[in-house]
Structures are given as C-alpha cells and as structure tokens.
C-alpha cells in the first residue's frame, strides 16, 4: 500500500509541522471514527467506542482534545485513560470489548516529535486495508453527525491498576522476585507510574529511574535508547538487574550487575531458550537488523528463523503467518504472543526474568553460547523526497563493501520508517573492516545528499 499520511508505526512528525497539527489530528480522529462506524455492525442506536492512551510529552493534551473532538463528531464515543504505555491500550481495548484503541506517542522520539498510532479490537496492530480507508476519509471533507448522534467522552480512573494485573498474571505464579534488587529506567514516560509498581508487587527492591516527567523530559538521556544512564544506577546502587523501558514501554533493554548491557537479540535468546526447554519454540521472527549471530544461536535450538522486514508490526505479520510464538528487533522490542497480543517492554522483561529464575542464571550466563558479530550503524539524517536507491555513487559503495566482504558479512541501506534518515549498516566477522566500511558508505551518502 502506498502511504501518504502511516509510516510504518502509525502517523508521526514533529508537533506543529505537518501532520501533527491539531486540524489535521482532528480529522484523523474523524476519519478514523467513520471508517469504525462504516466497519462495525452495532445495535441501532449503539456508538462504537475507543480507547485513547497516551505517554508523557506536553503535547499529548493537545492532540488528545483534537482525537475527542474528531471521534465525537464521527459518532464514536471516547474513553480516556490518561497517560499508559502503547501495550496497555492493545491490552485494555481487548478487555473492554471497544472496536479500537489509539495511542498518543512518538515512541523512543525526542518530546517535540509525537504521533498517533492504533489498535484493532483484537488488541494488534491496525492491517494495511483499514489503515487505508482512513486515509481515503483523510481525503474527503470532515463532516458531523447529529447532534443526537454525537459521541461522548469519558475518564477511565482504573486503566493502569487493570493493566498492572495484567502484567503480573504474564510471569508464572509460584516464582517471585524476592531478595532481587532491580533499577527501572521509565524514560520519564508512560510507564513512570505503572512499571515500579508491577517488579515491586512481584517482590523486588525496586531503584526508580527516569520516573519524573515534565512534559519536555521523555527519553533525555534516559530509557532504553540511552542506557548507559541505566548502568551507572545498576553499578551505583549495587543491583542485580537493570530494565530499560522507552518513552512508550513498548521497547526494553536491560543491564547486568557488572553494567553489561543486553539488547533485545540477546534479550530475545533467553526468552527463546527457556521456551526451547519447555518444548515451545517453533520458531523465531528477526529482521534485517538481527545479528547474525543471534541466527546461528537460534539454529543451533535446532529451531528454524526468519527475517522481517525492520519494524515490530512486520515481525508480527511474519508470526502470525508462520504460526511462531516469539519475535523481536535489537532495538528492544520483542514480541511474546503467548503472552501478549504486542510488544510489551514490561511483559518482555518478565519473560527474561522468569527464564532466569527457573533456570538459576545470570544474564552473562544465559547468553554465554552467542558470539554476534561486529555490526556497524550509522544514521544519516537525509531530506524528504530524497531518493537514496536511484544515486550511483551509493550504489556503487554498497557494492563495493558487499564485494569486500565476500560471504562474512553483509551490507543494509534502509530508510528509518519514524524519523527522516538513512540507516547504514554493515555486519562482518572482521570489526575494524565493518568499521570502516560503514564509515566509507556513510560518507558516501552525506556527499550524494549535500
């Protein structure tokens, strides 16, 4: 489907540029509304309903009036749950029947950036066919129901103690994390309030981190983007574990008592090996990011892989079509769907922790048989309408460092699908090579754009 307005992750931008303006976030709002009461087949006189959740930036109360007033005047009733992680409104639209949730976040993003996301009544992903009705309706004229028809809006005071129910029921019932000190990084984000309260309950010390939000703070220096600032707590306060989450919870990274910090392949193998152990591992989903090594890990369960491409909904699609349980992306996010219908930073977290526990192992110790590669990223920020696979010369350098490495490593251009730029990544058994390679391309780019 060509996009005009959805990325890969919903429709996201900086605040005041366009999309993100409250005009046009109020006719998402409507055009989304419509698609739900053209889709839904409701009792006469029935609204459908949503769920709007959304983390910490300042401009979420903008962006939520204009959501309330373009469902409203679509005919759709409004629940407000105030500021949850994207995995709660996948888990909290499910659990109130609602026909869609929608989530007010621009993820790992600085606080000027922000974005709308949604979520079908199954708790996953919006497909790419209603994604593009709503865009169809962006294109038409907004409208208004009858006043009789309008719909309303309401608070939902208990959406994170539900959701803090829900997480807990995810780790298994007769482990705890008694005598367990762990520091968790919020990211001053949507899960500030939530997170502490779900590894505290379980019994573990908690050391909160990154649990003061002021509007402009999400993510800064913080949270699983920045997780050196969670390794200097874990080594300061002498914990066991550290857990990383981004501004939106969906993400997690997590650190060890030596300050040794996991990314979500190596977080992915602990949760893959304890499912191996049980006999559950049919599989695991990729992408075109995952190290290399972590594939051959996998192989070695004796369990097939796939690559996705970049982006958690296309793990998820991959999944679903294989029929696998468990994916995920370094970046942290991963996906449990025996657990979860979404990735879920939290939910993740106690997977690791659970297979830790049942296994008595440290982090270290149940990554021990992965060697990863060197892998090299680069970002290059690059304008719009840029088109990057149409210049020779980055051909050309791409070429050359795939023929450079032969068959010990590989070589991925791609466009960040949140963030205007170009990643540059080279992967290979020889570090200094991967390094100066990714330089070279890199470099490359930047002449081809300037």
């Known amino acids: ?42 009792p006469a006189g029935d609204h459908p309903a949503v769920l709007i959740g959304k983390d910490t930036r300042i401009s979420g109360y903008l962006l939520e009036a204009a959501l309330e007033a373009g469902f409203a005047a679509a005919g759709v009733d409004v629940m407000l749950a105030g500021p949850i992680p994207t995995p709660a409104v996948a888990y909290l639209t499910r659990a109130l029947r609602l026909q869609a949730g929608v989530v007010i976040s621009a993820s790992h993003n600085p606080f000027y950036d922000n974005g709308i996301k949604f979520f079908s009544a199954d708790g996953s992903k919006l497909p790419d066919a209603v994604e593009a009705e709503i865009e169809a309706h962006l294109d038409e004229p907004m409208g ?10 309401r608070r939902i005071d208990d959406a994170a103690g539900r959701y803090i129910e829900f997480c807990k029921s995810t780790f298994p019932n007769e482990l705890d994390l008694r005598g367990m000190r762990i520091a968790v990084d919020c990211a001053h984000g949507a899960a500030y309030q939530i997170a502490p309260k779900v590894f505290h309950e379980l019994g573990a010390e908690i050391i909160p981190v990154g649990v003061e939000p002021n509007g402009l703070n999400i993510n800064d220096g913080v949270g699983a983007t920045r997780p050196e600032n969670l390794r200097q707590a874990v080594l300061k306060y002498g914990a066991e574990l550290g857990i990383a989450l981004d501004g939106d919870a969906d993400r997690l990274i997590m650190v060890d008592h030596r300050g040794e910090i996991y990314d979500g392949d190596k977080l992915l193998y602990v949760v893959a090996c304890a499912r191996h152990a049980e006999g559950r591992l049919e599989g695991v989903v990729g992408t075109l990011m995952s190290n290399l090594g972590f594939e051959h890990a996998i192989q070695r369960l004796g369990a ?9 909904r296309y793990v998820l699609e991959l999944l679903q079509e294989r029929g696998w349980k468990i994916g995920g992306e370094n970046s942290g996010h991963i996906i449990c769907l025996d657990r979860h219908t979404t990735g879920d930073g939290i939910v993740s977290a106690l997977q690791v922790l659970a297979a830790l526990k049942q296994r008595g192992l440290s982090l270290a110790d149940a990554c021990a048989d992965l060697v990863f590669y060197p892998q090299r990223l680069i970002n290059v920020r690059m304008p719009a309408g840029f088109d990057w696979r149409a210049d020779g010369s980055i051909a050309s350098a791409q070429t050359r460092a795939e023929h450079e490495l032969g068959d010990s490593g590989r070589v991925l251009l791609r466009p960040s699908g949140t963030e205007p730029l170009l990643r540059v990544m080279v992967e290979g058994r020889d570090g200094e090579l991967v390094e100066r390679l990714a330089r070279e391309i890199a470099g490359v780019v930047e002449e081809a754009i300037a």
């Open 144 to 153: 208004c129901v009858d006043s009789a028809r309008l719909g309303r809006a």
């Open 1 to 42: 489907m060509a996009r005009k307005y959805f990325g890969t992750d919903g429709v996201r931008g900086k605040v005041g540029d366009a999309p993100i303006t409250p005009e046009f976030v109020m006719r998402l709002g409507y055009a989304a509304g419509v698609t739900l009461v053209a889709r839904e087949k409701l």
């Open 304 to 312: 097939p892989f796939a690559r996705a491409k970049v982006g958690d």
